[in-house]
């Protein structure tokens, strides 16, 4: 079974651009969650999708949104992208036994860097 | 809400000798409690999994961690350390509740193995 998968791997974008990444959870896994992770702050969750339905949003600001597809592929965005958005994010899927999520599985990241 | 803590960035042991990593949590419900591993410029790999069965919990490449509800502790442990050892390590706790699907990171200790 293919693993999460996320693109691109690497970005390289300037302050006050956008930019959307991709996540393809593994087949059948119908939650999808988000971690930014930095050097300074380490692994911080962004938010959770389930069901095309956002269920879980960290504390970030509103230039970071989500969304999840019928088919369980999620997507983010960053708009006006400043600096300290320069971080490898991660996505990771999970599925559902009897209400509860298992233990979620990670994809490589995706790098973005802002300069 | 749910903290973990991971005590020591950095941790350097010889190559045979024993690798104890340390996490303890903070957690108002039953916690479900998480060891990953990352090599450079990947994602998270789950190493281990605690969801409230044995409290001695064995995962892959010969890690095992012991979940101690008195001392709040998930310390990691393997008997003898391998050069391919050398990544970072994170212990994640989260809610056993339904809902609670967001993972909650340490700030990860990264191993160094010496030849």
């Known amino acids: 079974k293919a693993g999460v998968t996320q693109t691109p791997r690497y970005l390289i974008k300037t302050r006050g651009q956008q930019v959307t990444l991709s996540c393809s959870p593994i087949?059948?896994?119908?939650?999808v969650s988000w971690y930014q992770q930095t050097p300074g702050q380490g692994l911080q969750f962004l938010f959770e999708?389930?069901?095309?339905?956002?269920?879980n949003k960290g504390n970030f600001p509103g230039r970071f949104s989500g969304r999840q597809f019928s088919n369980s592929r999620s997507e983010m965005n960053v708009s006006t992208l400043e600096l300290g958005d320069s971080a490898l994010y991660l996505c990771?899927?999970?599925?559902?036994?009897?209400?509860?999520?298992?233990?979620?599985?990670f994809g490589p990241g995706t790098r973005l860097t802002v300069l | 809400a749910q903290s973990v803590t991971q005590l020591g960035s950095h941790v350097s042991v010889s190559e045979g000798a024993l690798v104890l990593l340390r996490c303890n949590y903070s957690?108002?419900?039953?916690?479900?409690l998480f060891w990953y591993v990352q090599y450079p410029n990947q994602g998270l790999q789950l190493l281990l999994k605690?969801?409230?069965?044995?409290?001695l919990v064995k995962g892959i490449n010969g890690f095992e961690a012991e979940f101690k509800k008195s001392e709040t502790s998930f310390h990691l442990t393997k008997p003898s350390a391998h050069m391919s050892d050398a990544a970072e390590y994170f212990c994640?706790?989260?809610?056993?509740?339904?809902?609670?699907?967001?993972?909650?990171f340490g700030k990860g200790t990264k191993l160094s193995v010496i030849p």
């Open positions: 990771a899927s999970s599925y559902m036994t009897s209400g509860r999520a298992s233990e979620q599985f």
């Open positions: 087949s059948g896994h119908r939650s």
């Open positions: 999708y389930f069901s095309e339905t956002q269920r």
């Open positions: 957690s108002s419900v039953p916690p479900y």
């Open positions: 605690y969801t409230s069965a044995a409290t």
């Open positions: 994640a706790v989260r809610g056993s509740g339904a809902g609670s699907y967001q993972l909650t």
